[in-house]
């Protein structure tokens, strides 16, 4: 083996925790520096009137890539695997839902959604595609290989989010994707909760693989971003929709990406071990019925997690005993050190109410008492704990 060929094979055995910090890095083409810079461009200028009549240059238009999003897609193409034929870089999650279901759907077709799915991935089938022609139908998460009965002629695509954001039903990914194949439809997957590190959805069967980079990519609560890996058969025409829809990330946004990239591997598994530890103890909480994390041996579709996943982030929900919400809202104001906002994946810890009762239409969301979502963030467990429990002392007074 020659010294090229040597150094490909053993960068294809590295683990993932080095290949967040190696991949999409060329210091060479940098004078030496570890990052790249951040290019802030639009026009390119080409040497001669014949290299630009042949658009003969290695980056032709800002909008079109420069040196940055290259590092970064590189990158995640990496973390993707081998299947992942291209990544595309957008503004934000919902940008990255909505360009993966445009590419591969046209006026006529018809399209299976997770009833788990985020809200707005629900409001974009609903309020977007049927304005072209695209009909959606809702399935149960659970449905596993049974959705082989919910394909039409028309199926076009499969979307599942596993797991559910808010509900963290946990998806048999294979078993869809072989039923979705076999129909001729492709499959397209939410997979913001595990990120890359976690499940790589392109090795399950998954064609297009969505990331709302927003959450723990950026990491720090500070940028959108949003990503689509994809395969080889949907790749051509998902970087055709996003060029000629005129979509590009800002390039201070790329590059924080790119930076909270570097740091993923270790701020995940902090987010795994501190998440598990806080839902074992509410888990022993006599105020909470049950936690909702697939990574607990208590949650019904352990096994699937425990099969296709390497861990866990810090997002998770628990069902509280019958309490009035007002209770609820004095157990949520009491804490000070879990935030009430919406987007995780930043390394602060945040703490929702939510009822997704009334969006279901394939299932039914009645979890026995209200429903709280949390994301451990970096914070010490010990304080986090401790802020929890002046939390239900909060809801006991109010109770
Ligand atoms: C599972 C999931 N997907 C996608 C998104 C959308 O990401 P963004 O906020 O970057 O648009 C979110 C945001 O909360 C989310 O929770």
Redesign the pocket.
């Known amino acids: 083996m020659n010294d090229k060929s040597e150094q490909g094979s053993r960068k294809k055995t590295r683990r993932v925790a080095t290949k967040v910090v190696t991949a999409g890095r060329e210091p060479a083409a940098n004078h030496g520096f570890v990052n790249p810079p951040v290019y802030h461009a639009s026009t390119v200028l080409y040497p001669s009137a014949a290299d630009f009549r042949a658009r003969r240059a290695r980056y032709q238009y800002g909008r079109r890539g420069t040196p940055t999003t290259e590092a970064l897609e590189t990158a995640l193409q990496e973390l993707e695997g081998p299947q992942c034929a291209g990544v595309v870089l957008v503004p ?6 909505s360009v993966a279901l445009l590419s591969v759907v046209q006026t006529g077709d018809h399209v299976l959604v997770t009833d788990s799915a ?1 809200e ?2 629900r409001k974009l089938c609903q309020q977007i595609l049927t304005r072209y022609g695209v009909t959606t139908t809702y399935y149960d998460p659970r449905i596993g290989g049974a959705i082989a009965a919910l394909m039409q002629p028309n199926t076009r695509a499969v979307y599942l ?1 596993s797991p559910g ?1 808010l509900t963290f039903e946990m998806q048999d990914t294979a078993a869809i994707a072989k039923a979705a194949h076999a129909k001729g439809a492709c499959v397209l997957m ?1 997979n ?2 595990a990120t890359p590190l976690y499940f790589r959805p392109l090795d399950h069967g998954v064609d297009l693989a ?1 990331q ?4 723990y990519i950026g990491g720090h609560a500070d940028v ?3 990503t689509v890996a994809a395969n080889a058969a949907t790749a051509a025409a998902l970087k055709n929709l996003v060029w000629l829809m005129g979509l590009c990330e800002g390039p201070d946004d790329v590059y924080l990406g790119l930076r909270g990239l570097r740091t993923l591997a270790v701020r995940l598994d902090r987010h795994y071990a501190s998440g598990l530890a806080v839902a074992r103890w509410l888990e022993a909480r006599p105020e909470v019925l049950r936690v909702l994390h697939p990574a607990l041996p208590s949650h019904p579709d352990h096994a699937i997690w425990k099969r296709d996943f390497t861990g866990a982030c810090g997002l998770f929900s628990i069902v509280l005993k019958p309490a009035p919400k007002e209770a609820v809202d004095a157990f949520l104001d009491e804490l000070e050190l879990f935030g009430i906002g ?3 994946g930043g390394f602060e810890s945040l703490a929702v109410p939510f009822d997704c009762a009334h969006i279901r239409t394939a299932t039914r969301w009645a979890p026995g008492g209200p429903t709280v979502r949390f994301h451990i963030g970096l914070e010490a467990v010990e304080d986090l704990i401790a802020d929890l429990e002046r939390g239900f002392a909060a809801l006991a007074a109010a109770s």
């Open positions: 934000s999650g919902l940008a990255a839902i985020y707005p991935t989010e954001s939410d913001t909760w969505i709302a980079g927003t959450k959108m971003l949003g919406a987007s995780w």
